[in-house]
């Protein structure tokens, strides 16, 4: 079974800021994707940024982006000049890739508090 | 762009009563999952259908079932309603041949059980 870590329950950070969400996963599967979802207060669930295993390139979405580390299982989530607007919980995720089911594992979150 | 629709947003229901969830999956997605967070916890996998077939199952009470229909939406339907039940159901669609690892989410239906 995959398990996902999230260390920290809360994190603040000040407005235009620099913060690093950390996520550990142990799984014995070789392909599979990791995902960062955000859940603002109204309770969506908002896809921030998605890592194929395959690919050793981090990847990066506006002022979003992560270091993946394989051979660590571990997978942060870097939230470069935060916003008020990216206060938010937000769970690291893990799926398997291929087969004929694709389910979410999640990490127990960490709420984002960003200060004016 | 057309988003994954649930229905109904709220539901209150007393003890040992029944509840049906709908979840209207994004046109063209084939793939539905369902999952329950419970006050302040993480998403937990239910179930998920692939073509209107069972694909797998999750940490599911027995007092629960799910279908998918024809036309790839789907039911949730809960019995014997418990207070433990009362959590966030959200309802999730993918397509299996463009993207089957691209979940959307929908806004979840918030279930109370009194």
């Known amino acids: 079974a995959q398990t996902v870590t999230q260390s920290q329950p809360e994190m603040s950070v000040q407005e235009a800021e620099t913060v690093t969400l950390s996520c550990t996963y142990d799984?014995?599967?070789?392909?599979?994707?990791l995902f960062w979802y955000k859940q603002p207060p109204s309770r969506q669930m908002i896809l921030v940024i998605r890592?194929?295993?395959?690919?050793?390139q981090n990847a990066t979405e506006n002022r979003f982006s992560v270091n993946f580390q394989k051979a660590a299982k571990s997978f942060s989530l870097k939230i470069s000049d935060s916003q008020l607007g990216d206060t938010a919980m937000y769970f690291c995720?893990?799926?398997?890739?291929?087969?004929?089911?694709?389910?979410?594992?999640f990490g127990k979150g960490t709420l984002l508090t960003v200060n004016p | 762009a057309a988003g994954v629709i649930q229905s109904p947003r709220h539901l209150i229901k007393e003890k040992r009563e029944t509840a049906t969830l709908k979840c209207y999956p994004i046109p063209r997605h084939d793939t539905v999952y369902w999952y329950q967070q419970g006050p302040g916890q993480d998403p937990q996998f239910l179930i998920s259908f692939y073509e209107k077939m069972q694909s797998d199952k999750g940490s599911i009470p027995d007092r629960f079932s799910a279908q998918q229909f024809s036309d790839y939406h789907s039911e949730l339907n809960m019995s014997s309603l418990e207070l433990g039940d009362s959590a966030l159901y959200f309802c999730?669609?993918?397509?299996?041949?463009?993207?089957?690892?691209?979940?959307?989410f929908g806004p979840g239906t918030r279930l109370t059980v009194t």
């Open positions: 799984t014995s599967e070789n392909n599979y994707y």
């Open positions: 995720a893990f799926m398997i890739s291929g087969g004929s089911n694709y389910k979410l594992t």
């Open positions: 890592q194929e295993a395959y690919k050793q």
């Open positions: 999730a669609s993918s397509h299996s041949g463009t993207g089957a690892y691209e979940q959307y």
